[in-house]
């Protein structure tokens, strides 16, 4: 909208795109007309003012050569009859000339005429071009945010339909299992989401359930990945906790917590990870994932549709720490007394942990963000960058860890490496 002032009255009203190009066109339609009047008036007025000084001219060439003419007539009349015959022949050369002077000049003043004409008509038809342009750019401009916003609207729609079907298959999972079996479904339907993606996104990991009970407790699933050459880089136990609303006794995510660490330190599992469906009007469990650290070490848990997600970023987190791994097994291989190295190692891998922990926590609230409405996109949109920013600072500080650094004030080391060194050599 815009709005336009009346230079009379003072009053500010409010027209529309349409409304203000109307106006627009009407005051440059006025415009080009009073110019156009202007210049042919002062054609008009050249041509006249022309006009009257050439026959004002001639009058008085008229009038001298009369008196010229009577002179010579009193003088000598064959003269005078000779004089009057040339005097008229020049008189009317004369007029003849002011007469083609005269044509010239109104043949100028119509070709002007028309040269105006044709100046006003092209004029006319670049500004119709223009408006013509403008009224185009408004359309596409107007088709385009109308485009964003229908797909805004659909991704949105989209994501909700997601989240409703989520919602309603866990609902619908959890009415249909049975107390004793709904714990085995979620495990099944766990393992099936890994299998899905085994092949593609994990060919080298190994993920089976957890069948050793010597120490006399088990989790359901462990987790490990290797490189190429067979070093380990992650391991994970998990356990799936579920139980039927209608369950008497309702369980917290927090019963299985001591027994999960305790079943990740027997296993040799570098983190622990509960599967839960417990508790399940938590806004706290409900953001996805959450880190219970502050309780036990390495330990998270997470909503069943966060499996995946949850191995990919430990993984990926875990893989820019392979080169220092590989290093540490061939170390360990060569019976070298690493007591300090490894904790340098520890160090590094509990502040690479805490920016993993930082970027969780910031994905946990872009997943609530997205979850409460679409107008806290933005919101959310400034807590993945924050997350990826923190994942930005955990790379940093991987590639900025050498072996040089770990062996910085370790007189046992610097001289193992320096004899591995000399035997290259």
């Known amino acids: 909208m815009q709005e336009i002032k009346c230079p009379k009255c003072g009053e500010v009203f409010?027209?529309?795109?349409?409304?203000?190009?109307?106006?627009?066109?009407?005051?440059?339609d006025k415009e080009f007309e009073k110019e156009i009047k202007q210049r042919e008036d002062a054609l008009l007025s050249e041509k006249n003012s022309a006009v009257a000084v050439a026959v004002t001219k001639a009058e008085a060439d008229k009038d001298k050569i009369i008196a010229?003419?009577?002179?010579?007539?009193?003088?000598?009349?064959?003269?005078?009859?000779?004089?009057?015959?040339?005097?008229r022949s020049e008189m009317n050369k004369a007029l003849a000339d002011k007469q083609n002077e005269i044509t010239r000049l109104n043949g100028e003043l119509e070709l002007g005429k028309a040269n105006t004409d044709i100046a006003v008509s092209k004029a006319l038809a670049d500004k119709e071009m223009e408006i013509l342009q403008l009224r185009n750019e408004l359309d596409l401009e107007q088709s385009k945010r109308e485009l964003n916003e229908k797909t805004l609207n659909e991704a949105h729609r989209a994501e909700?339909?997601?989240?409703?079907?989520?919602?309603?298959?866990?609902?619908?999972?959890?009415?249909?299992?049975?107390?004793?079996?709904?714990?085995?479904?979620?495990?099944?339907?766990?393992?099936?989401e890994f299998n899905r993606l085994r092949a593609t996104a994990f060919p080298n990991a190994y993920f089976?359930?957890?069948?050793?009970?010597?120490?006399?407790?088990?989790?359901?699933?462990?987790?490990?990945?290797?490189?190429?050459?067979?070093?380990?880089?992650?391991?994970?136990?998990?356990?799936?906790?579920?139980?039927?609303?209608?369950t008497a006794t309702k369980h917290k995510n927090e019963d299985f917590f001591k027994e999960l660490d305790k079943d990740r330190r027997e296993k040799n599992c570098e983190y622990a990870v509960l599967v839960s469906m417990l508790e399940a009007d938590s806004e706290l469990y409900n953001t996805g994932i959450v880190d219970v650290s502050y309780?036990?070490?390495?330990?998270?848990?997470?909503?069943?549709?966060?499996?995946?997600p949850m191995i990919t970023l430990l993984r990926n987190a875990a893989l820019n720490t392979?080169?220092?791994?590989?290093?540490?097994?061939?170390?360990?291989?060569q019976n070298i007394d690493i007591t300090h190295f490894e904790e340098a190692m520890t160090d590094f891998k509990n502040g690479f942990a805490y920016n993993v922990d930082l970027a969780s926590k910031k994905f946990n609230t872009a997943i609530a963000e997205i979850d409460k409405t679409i107008t806290h996109?933005?919101?959310?949109?400034?807590?993945?960058?924050?997350?990826?920013?923190?994942?930005?600072?955990?790379?940093?500080?991987?590639?900025?860890?050498?072996?040089?650094?770990?062996?910085k004030n370790n007189p046992t080391m610097a001289a193992k490496f320096a004899e591995l060194k000399n035997n290259e050599t």
């Open 68 to 87: 010229d003419l009577r002179a010579r007539l009193n003088a000598d009349s064959l003269e005078k009859q000779s004089a009057v015959e040339k005097l």
């Open 377 to 407: 996109l933005q919101k959310t949109k400034e807590a993945l960058l924050s997350s990826d920013h923190n994942l930005q600072i955990a790379n940093r500080k991987v590639d900025d860890l050498t072996i040089k650094k770990l062996t």
């Open 322 to 333: 392979l080169s220092y791994r590989q290093q540490l097994a061939l170390v360990r291989e």
């Open 14 to 28: 409010q027209v529309d795109e349409s409304g203000y190009a109307a106006i627009v066109k009407q005051v440059r």
């Open 208 to 246: 089976e359930k957890d069948n050793d009970a010597r120490s006399g407790s088990k989790g359901d699933f462990i987790f490990r990945d290797r490189a190429e050459d067979g070093t380990e880089f992650i391991s994970i136990m998990f356990e799936m906790k579920n139980e039927m609303d209608e």
């Open 160 to 192: 909700l339909e997601r989240k409703d079907e989520e919602i309603a298959y866990y609902k619908d999972f959890k009415a249909h299992q049975s107390t004793k079996m709904i714990g085995e479904s979620l495990e099944q339907h766990c393992l099936t």
């Open 295 to 308: 309780r036990f070490e390495k330990m998270y848990v997470i909503r069943p549709q966060f499996f995946i």
